[in-house]
């Protein structure tokens, strides 16, 4: 469903993606995982369109899409830190969101229901908790009931119940046959709702293998210490 291939891109002299290949697959949960500042969302800005790798292909559906656009309504993105309009308030920006998409399709309001967004209608966006922005912006991701969901750190920042709505929700999407990409940090998240890892370091892929396979290789029951053992080999 996503294809990456040799994908390079360098800020000046620093390599961020040295390049990089994967296949991603409907009904796949993926989670990106690195240490910081190893081009997990500079990989996943790449897929979006926001940045523009300086070689290598992006497909969508077998179709190429760098410097395309349309394929973009297929993927639903919660990103790692949201820019919101600050006065803009949350009613106009579901207003705003429904007009320009001018779907026919049922939309998903269930993130946008469990959340209690219409209890927030009348704040600025600027005026929101960090907690809160990221409701808005995971209900905002949902909302078009995309193919795809990509979602960065989608879980930091939210309360435990509002992260536990989340993890069943991204399990409830994949069940759909939904592909989701999740670049995250926390390994109990990971392990409750991946099925696969693509790790990156400093720009470069170091592996992308199932967690079953990470835990029997490593012989490790917890991903925290399978990841650790998989990164000191
Ligand atoms: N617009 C930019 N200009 C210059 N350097 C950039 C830019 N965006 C990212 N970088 C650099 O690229 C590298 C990779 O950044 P990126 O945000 O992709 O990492 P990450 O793996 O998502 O990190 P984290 O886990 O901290 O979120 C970092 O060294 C970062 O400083």
């Known amino acids: 469903m996503i294809t990456l291939e040799n994908l390079q891109k360098s800020y000046g002299k620093l390599q961020v993606l040295n390049n990089i290949s994967a296949q991603f697959n409907t009904n796949q949960v993926v989670s990106i995982i690195g240490p910081n500042g190893s081009g997990k969302t500079t990989m996943i800005k790449c897929l979006l ?10 497909l969508v559906d077998g179709a190429p899409v760098i410097r395309q656009w349309e394929y973009r309504n297929k993927i639903g993105y919660m990103p790692q830190i949201s820019r919101f309009p600050e006065n803009m308030k949350v009613r106009q920006l579901f207003q705003m969101m429904r007009d320009i998409r001018k779907t026919t399709k049922p939309l998903d309001e269930e993130l946008f229901g469990m959340y209690n967004i219409p209890a927030m209608y009348e704040k600025s966006l600027g005026s929101l908790s960090g907690g809160n922005k990221q409701k808005v912006s995971a209900a905002l991701a949902c909302l078009f009931d995309p193919e795809i969901l990509v979602l960065d750190e989608p879980t930091a920042g939210l309360d435990p119940l509002s992260s536990e709505i989340l993890k ?21 998240e990971i392990d409750e709702v991946a099925d696969d890892i693509f790790c990156l370091v400093d720009g470069n892929f170091r592996f992308y293998q199932s967690i ?13 210490k399978a990841i650790a053992k998989m990164m000191a080999v």
């Not at 994949?174 to 109990?188: A, D, E, N, V």
Request: aromatic residues 0%; glycine residues 10%; charged residues 30%.
């Open 168 to 188: 069943t929700k991204i399990l409830k999407e994949k069940s759909k046959g939904k592909l989701i990409l999740i670049s995250s940090h926390i390994m109990s």
């Open 49 to 58: 369109g926001m940045v523009i790798p300086d070689s290598g292909r992006i």
């Open 212 to 224: 079953e396979s990470i835990k029997d290789v490593t012989q490790e029951t917890r991903l925290g």
